[in-house]
């Protein structure tokens, strides 16, 4: 994947001010400074380019396309680290349109190679601190072209839907094409990372757009690539169990970087969606 970062062109105030946490990292700490274009590849051979923020945060730029946008930018300004120095700075992928003043603040999920999508955190400003202390820091600005480039997905109503960019690409295998499948018959439910999915990690099978869509189950161990599932029992929605219902169904799964809490969640999880992929075509469930 080759993409780029930008310049922060200034935080400007729109939330609730919060005291100032500890952050990972101060550029300082690693000879930078807020603004500067950092990059690991001479190290790792990891094209990714990012813009670091006082707060110890950084952000990618996603696509070179975008880097026409800004014309002050040059690549002859990007500096090289280490992969550690690199980590040490918290990736964020909140954005908001400083350049028309606009305070709505947006999501970006990385959904391919050079490619994303927008969405909206439909949220009070202090509903998103309480659920994110550090949220105003992790706020970096587009301008208009940078901002309608990118496609628009479904809006959130909680930070627990952000999915955080750490270089995992999804795929679902199976099933890839439309399928029906009877009540009570079994199934292999099949997908692929990237790269290798560390211990700890986990991964949620659920149906959607269906008529009782949510979640089929948490898979523990992921690595295997490989879910059963017997097309039966009961489907997770928040904290209620719904019996299953015949109908037409897309399958979604999500990688986490732990074991999320998926019903009433205390606020300040560590735990973050990193992936999300949906099959191809529609399963018949009868």
């Known amino acids: 994947m080759y993409k780029r970062a930008f310049f ?64 002050h930018l040059k690549y002859s300004q990007v500096i090289s ?20 003043g606009n305070s ?16 909206h955190i439909n949220m009070s400003a202090q509903d998103a601190i309480n659920q994110d202390a550090n949220f105003t820091k992790k706020v970096f600005c587009t301008n208009n072209q940078e901002l309608n480039w990118y496609q628009q997905g479904a809006a ?29 018959s079994s199934h292999a439910i099949k997908w692929q990372t990237n790269k290798a999915i560390p211990q700890g990690y986990s991964l949620t099978v659920a149906l959607i757009g269906g008529p009782t869509s949510g979640l089929i189950r948490l898979v523990s161990a992921p690595q295997s690539g490989t879910f059963i599932w017997d097309t039966q029992g009961y489907i997770i929605a928040g904290d209620l169990a719904s019996a299953l219902n015949p109908g037409i169904y897309g399958i979604e799964l999500k990688l986490y970087d732990g074991t999320p809490c998926l019903g009433l969640c205390p606020p300040g999880s560590n735990v973050h969606a990193v992936a999300r992929a949906q099959s191809a075509a529609a399963v018949t469930i009868q």
């Open 104 to 119: 709505k603040v947006y999501s970006l999920e990385v959904s391919g190679e050079d490619s994303g999508l927008l969405h």
């Open 8 to 71: 922060v062109l200034g935080l400007m105030a729109l939330f609730l001010i919060v005291p100032h946490g500890a952050s990972a990292i101060s550029p300082q700490d690693a000879g930078l400074k807020e603004g500067n274009l950092i990059s690991s590849q001479a190290y790792d051979g990891d094209f990714d380019i990012y813009i670091i923020n006082q707060s110890g945060y950084k952000r990618l730029f996603l696509n070179p396309a975008i880097f026409g946008f800004y014309g």
């Open 81 to 100: 680290v280490t992969p550690q120095v690199r980590d040490q700075f918290i990736t964020a992928n909140y954005y908001r349109n400083c350049e028309a």
């Open 156 to 184: 959130y109503a909680s930070l627990t839907e952000v999915i955080a960019y750490t270089g995992y690409n999804l795929t679902v295998l199976s099933p890839k094409s439309k399928e029906t499948w009877i009540m009570g």
